[in-house]
């Protein structure tokens, strides 16, 4: 880490970095997931779920963005390959093409699963005393949040 002066001290802001990273690998790993299903969805409701997913992924590829540029500030190197999102993600990775209402399914829990590691890094960014990304972090969790419920809702 550099001399950097942003009031959050080294250790807070390498504690927060690591919640980040694993937020990151989350999200893209949500996003792959989504890219794939948008892909490989069929069946009676291919035109909803094939549109929904675009719109989701896009969100989601914005995200990965603005968390891993959250990363940098804290000057802390942003992870970037498979490798380490296979290893920091707690969402894992879908064999196969599932059935649509599947893809719905696990999409939906990927979104609930990114909401609790959001409410992790809100509590080392909290203790950090760390404002930005309290608002980074509370602002993905409401898009999850929706995302989560909007795609329930559409498995009814």
Known sequence: MSNIDIGIG???REKIAQGLKGL???TYTLYLQTHNFHWNVTGRLFRELHLMFEEQYTELAVA???IAERIRTLDV????TYKAFAELSSIKEVDGVPAAEDMVRILTQGHEQVVKT???VLKAAQAGDDESTIALVSDRMRVHEKTAWMLRATAH
Not at 77 to 80: E, I
């Open 10 to 12: 080294a250790k807070d």
């Open 24 to 26: 990151l690998a989350d």
């Open 64 to 66: 990965v963005d603005d």
């Open 77 to 80: 190197v942003a992870p970037g």
């Open 118 to 120: 959001c409410r992790d």
